[in-house]
């Protein structure tokens, strides 16, 4: 069964600088990897995802994210951090087939100005 | 608003009554989905519809919690007896089926209180 894990409840970093958002999954065949953001009292907005292809994906608000299939990993990163960046965000993984997306428990990022 | 749509968006009820989450889909989505989010933790799947058709069921949903999807479009879910415990947020989402890859889409969620 699939499975994602975030290692970070929380990350700090001043605006301006950049962030990474660390997410690393486990499937059984290819991934499908989404990212979310939710701010609060909101639901799940959808940020990126990779399917194939190139492995530095670009999404929404500036944020890119980079699949790395060795390290099984979705690290999401943005060159340069927003106070309004400041959420919740969600790492996702399904398997082929259209099985339902699996969720990490999220990242809550703080963007410090 | 061509989004997912949830209602009620806040619902408090005491322990031991019913309660029922709709959702309208994007349009076009025959793919529907339904997450629940607990405080601090990431959506957790609850069950799946194609058109009309349940797919999946979590084991998650107990006997209490059904959903309904009868023509394809909206969907329900139905909890019974509510507990404290079922106190979260019940996220829907759609999607094209079809393709793995196709991104699902999420409404604002119906929060669920029980006194």
């Known amino acids: 069964a699939q499975s994602v894990a975030q290692p970070e409840d929380q990350v700090n970093v001043a605006e301006g600088n950049p962030l990474t958002v660390k997410c690393t999954y486990s499937v059984s065949g290819n991934p499908y990897l989404f990212w979310y953001v939710q701010y609060p009292n909101r639901g799940l907005q959808f940020l990126l995802k990779y399917i194939t292809g190139d492995n530095l994906v670009k999404g929404s608000y500036g944020f890119e994210a980079e699949f790395n299939k060795s390290q099984t990993s979705f690290h999401l990163k943005k060159p340069s951090a927003l106070v309004s960046d400041s959420a919740l965000y969600f790492c996702?993984?399904?398997?082929?087939?259209?099985?339902?997306?699996?969720f990490g428990k999220g990242t809550r990022l703080s963007v410090i100005a | 608003d061509t989004g997912v749509s949830q209602d009620p968006r806040h619902k408090i009820t005491k322990r031991g009554q019913n309660v029922t989450f709709r959702c309208d889909p994007i349009?076009?989505?025959?793919?529907l989905y339904w997450y629940r989010q607990t405080l601090g933790q990431g959506p957790e799947f609850l069950t799946y519809f194609q058109n009309e058709a349940q797919l999946e069921k979590s084991r998650l949903l107990s006997d209490r919690f059904s959903a309904e999807r009868p023509k394809g479009s909206f969907s329900t879910l139905e909890i019974q007896r509510t507990e404290q415990g079922d106190s979260a947020m019940y996220l829907c989402?759609?999607?094209?089926?079809?393709?793995?890859?196709?991104?699902?889409?999420f409404g604002e969620g119906s929060w669920l209180t029980v006194v």
């Open positions: 989402a759609t999607a094209l089926g079809g393709v793995s890859g196709n991104t699902i889409y």
């Open positions: 996702a993984v399904r398997e082929e087939g259209n099985t339902p997306l699996v």
């Open positions: 349009s076009e989505h025959n793919r």
